[in-house]
């Protein structure tokens, strides 16, 4: 008998018979012999609704408020399924994460789990129930306060509570067939990658793949833990993520798989650009800038400083972040412009990250003059560039983005011949 912990996303839950759709997958598991916990996340688009609607009552509402109006979309589905599981004759208990015993510290709406302690799940498992957990939730060690873990958090309460349990896999279900090369709602040729490494998927979700929140890679890799990405509106087998994809594992289908150069291709638009025009070119003044922002706790993605000006000595400075956090960084640099004596700031929040993954590229030269040819060829400005051991990014125009990762999808060879990509349900809110 195995241990299979399975989560349901928004899409996959979204009305009263995709959840009755769900329960029967589950009680399936469950007769095949195996012991059932599920996570769930909040139905459809009801944590956008939520945060719409605490935004009409307020404009900054406070963390602890916002949390404990947020968990509320967890704990409908999860009774819901719940019952419709009852409906089908067998047992199912729903709890939330605190009563799960998923352990946040208190940063509400970004919480990271300090532990977790299964106490009443195990004993729902051993008394034969389907237990059914709330995602995306927990409670603080220190304040007791309810948290959630950040949007797209349930993803990690499904591997948190699977490492805990010692589960023997843990089952993504969401309304695609797995993890594509790129966003098949861009680039409808992609293909469905039978395995990925844990380093990759994490360098994707860094990069704006939405399917797994990048918390959930890290625990996973962390734990060793095997996750399977697959459609909860289809039977195909999905993508495996685990830590080496490419030695033989002859339980796994596709394991004859080559390393590929190229795994994925993946796209944010949720950034934007400052450029601090005209810094003096002096010891100490990126070390001032990066610490204004710091202190406001905004987390900088890349950054780009020109050579200075022979005539002026001054230079520019230019970096991104997510959008949501530019006002708090364009008044914080405000503040510091009298002490650095920077000419300007510009702000730009039309762009966007392409980013090509694959750890086939440590072995690889000529990677990054294939990218760029095909964005050139594409007619697609370079704004900013970055890179580490396994990922080439680059900041172009947002009206940019579709055409340039469908041309680096190209180049690289990873169109399929036929579509075999499925966008089965979701809004894409
Ligand atoms: N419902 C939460 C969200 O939309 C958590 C999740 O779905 O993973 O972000
Ligand atoms: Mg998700």
Known sequence: MALVVQKYGGSSVADASCIKRVAQRIVATKKAGNDVVVIVSAMGDTTDELLDLAEQVSPLPPGRELDMLLTSGERISMALLAMAIANLGHEARSFTGSQAGVITDSSHGKARIIDVTPGRIRGAIDKGHIAIVAGFQGVSQDTKDITTLG?????????????????????????????????????????KIPKISYDEMMEMAACGAKILHLRCVEYAR??????????SFSTKEGTWVVSDPYTEDPDIEGHEMEQPIISGVAHDRSEAKITVVG??????????????????????DMIVQNVSAAATGRTDISFTLPTADSQTALTALKKIQGDIAYESLLFDDQIGKVSLVGAGMRSHPGVTATFFAALADAGVNIEMISTSEIRISVIVEQGDVDSAVAAAHRAFDLDADQVEAVVYGGSGR
């Open 151 to 191: 949007r797209g958090g349930s993803d990690t309460t499904a591997v948190a509570l699977a490492a805990a349990l010692e589960a023997d896999v843990c089952e993504i279900y969401t309304d695609v067939d797995g993890i594509f090369t790129a966003d098949p709602r861009i680039v409808p040729p992609a293909r």
């Open 222 to 231: 962390r734990f060793d833990l095997p996750i399977h990405v697959r459609s």
């Open 279 to 300: 810094v003096p070119d002096k010891v100490g003044e990126a070390a001032a800038i990066f610490k204004t922002l710091a202190e406001a706790e905004i987390n900088i």
